[in-house]
């Protein structure tokens, strides 16, 4: 019953055939599931069915887990110096430099995402962050603490052993290695569950890991569905952490389970609703692209989206116009996310695209005015028009919850004061941004605002060497940076007694 995926592709930017096997990859090879079946993969684009790949249950969650503990006890975890771990997640960086298209291929075809896009930010994302990973392999060390003269006192970081990885949709690949690079540095072994949606390339990715010297065991993708595997690991007494990116819901489910089971350390990367603060002094032009970027980028699926667009009142009339222009001509670049002059996909699936034409008709239907949008486009495949609301007021649904879509809602604002307490007037706290030439009042509403991120005169700013993460209900723990390090780790103190006597 074993599941092969094998797709041709002829587009104008890659033309190739992907092949490679589908089944689940647990102790270093590809193995069928225990209790069989199979998901289908959809091209969001057309809506066809282009391919299928194993599903995974609790046994083959067990399988996984009961390889990772062998491993971390004797080819992985600590026995293995650090530089050792950081050349092989140097290897597996290169072989997933050399396989860029391919991967950025298969994203593509399975989420909708634009392949250029995919290609430059998602897949050479993910090579840098392994490089950054690498590098601080034999770099995670504790102190010496002073504590008397007949006592010795430091600490160790030491890994959990074994951790899981509850990955996604809107960024298969990248969000994957955000947690297997700085699992693998600090000495963990790491069971990974793709979002059943959007399996393709961390399979693929799973197929380069032999090669790069990874030993069996240390990394284990189970592909299945939330409630089996992802259930199956939240619950696994022998994995000791679990890190989830995605909705706010299943968040709340992983933290039951582990208060439930083993009180496994969780890190929850979150939704988010994040306010764009557009002052009377901004720089129009620039204000304009960046707010149009940070609420359409990856079609509105990006958690630290800006989707509150707050302008003062001042700047009001020139910013909607031109923000519409620049929606618009989004618009227009809307299609298959393989020709080169796209910039606009479709929605990752079926169920996401019917979520966010809800909450458009739940604008609509509140009274909230569209400026441009607010429909599906074309026939085929999962895309949604641009939309910009105005006339939105704060109780609104398209308000107050996240949409994960293309969907603007410009809120106009007076003064500092007022738009502080109206940006800060949500159960999220992933990020914000703050437009304005005057440094002075970006630095004070940057600090005033309730959010993990803060950017000025940018947006949706993302570097491998600083964290990122949620206040409020956006999450808990923080992914990327040196304090990703910390969520793989836990610190023991070790006291020698090297001259006291009773
Ligand atoms: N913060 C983000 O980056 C992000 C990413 C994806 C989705 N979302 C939000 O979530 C909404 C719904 O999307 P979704 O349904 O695909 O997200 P989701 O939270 O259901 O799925 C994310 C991952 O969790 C898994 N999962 C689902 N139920 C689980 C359970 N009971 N136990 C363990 N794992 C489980 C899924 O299989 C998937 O791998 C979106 O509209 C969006 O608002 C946010």
Not at 131 to 151: F, L, P, Q, S
Not at 208 to 234: D, Q
Not at 489 to 495: A, D, E
Request: hydrophobic share 40%; charged share 20%.
């Amino acid at each position: 019953m074993s599941t092969h995926f094998k797709y041709t592709f002829d587009t104008p930017l890659y033309k190739a055939t992907s092949s490679f096997n589908s089944g689940l990859y647990i102790n270093g090879e590809f193995v069928d599931p225990a209790e069989g079946g199979t998901i289908e993969v959809i091209n969001p684009a057309t809506s066809q069915i282009v391919g299928h790949v194993s599903a995974g249950t609790k046994k083959d969650v067990d399988l996984a887990v009961e390889a990772a503990k062998k491993a971390s006890k004797t080819t992985w975890g600590l026995k293995v110096p650090g530089k050792t771990r950081g050349r092989i997640i140097s290897k597996i960086a290169d072989l997933v430099e050399q396989n860029v298209d391919e991967l950025a291929a298969l994203e593509s075809l399975n989420t909708g995402k634009v392949f250029t896009v995919t290609k430059h930010l998602e897949i050479l994302g993910s090579v840098n962050t392994l490089r950054y990973y690498a590098g601080w392999a034999d770099k995670v060390h504790g102190k010496t603490i002073e504590t008397d003269e007949n006592k010795l006192a430091y600490t160790r970081h030491e890994p959990y052993g074994v951790v899981g990885a509850i990955i996604p949709w809107n960024g298969p690949l990248g969000m994957l290695i955000w947690k297997l690079a700085p699992a693998l540095a600090t000495g963990n072994c790491i069971i990974v569950k793709p979002s059943e949606i959007t399996p393709l390339t961390a399979l693929k990715f799973a197929s380069l890991l032999n090669e790069a010297g990874v030993p069996p065991g240390v990394v284990s993708i189970v592909v299945g569905y939330g409630n089996t595997v992802g259930a199956a690991i939240s619950e696994h007494p022998l994995i000791e952490k679990v890190a989830f990116t995605g909705s706010t819901l299943t968040g709340r489910k992983i933290l039951e389970a582990s208060a439930r089971t083993n009180l496994k350390d969780v890190t929850l990367e979150l939704g988010g609703k994040s306010p764009n603060i557009i002052f009377d002094d901004a720089d129009l032009e620039q204000a304009v692209k960046w707010a149009s970027m940070g609420i359409f980028f990856n079609m509105g699926q990006v958690c630290c989206a800006g989707s509150r667009i707050f302008v003062q009142e001042g700047i009001y009339d020139k910013f909607v116009p031109a923000f519409t222009a620049a929606a618009k001509a989004l618009a227009g670049a809307t299609g298959d996310p393989f020709s080169p002059t796209t910039q606009h996909g479709p929605q990752v699936s079926q169920t996401q695209f019917e979520r966010v034409m809800g909450y458009i008709q739940s604008g609509k239907s509140d009274g909230a005015n569209v400026l441009i949008g607010g429909e599906r486009y074309g026939n085929d495949g999962y895309f949604i028009q641009p939309t910009v609301f105005t006339e939105c007021k704060p109780d609104m649904k398209i308000i107050q919850e996240e949409i994960f879509g293309p969907v603007a809602a410009i809120i106009k604002f007076k003064d500092e004061a007022e738009v502080i307490e109206q940006a800060n007037n949500t159960v999220y706290g992933l990020a914000c941004a703050v437009f304005t030439e005057n440094v002075s009042k970006a630095i004070r509403v940057a600090h005033a605002l309730e959010a993990g991120s803060a950017w000025v005169n940018c947006m949706l700013s993302i570097h491998d060497n600083v964290p990122f993460g949620g206040y409020k209900q956006s999450g808990i723990g923080r992914e990327l940076g040196e304090y990703a390090l910390e969520t793989y780790t836990q610190v023991k103190s070790v006291h020698v007694n090297i001259g006291q006597r009773l």
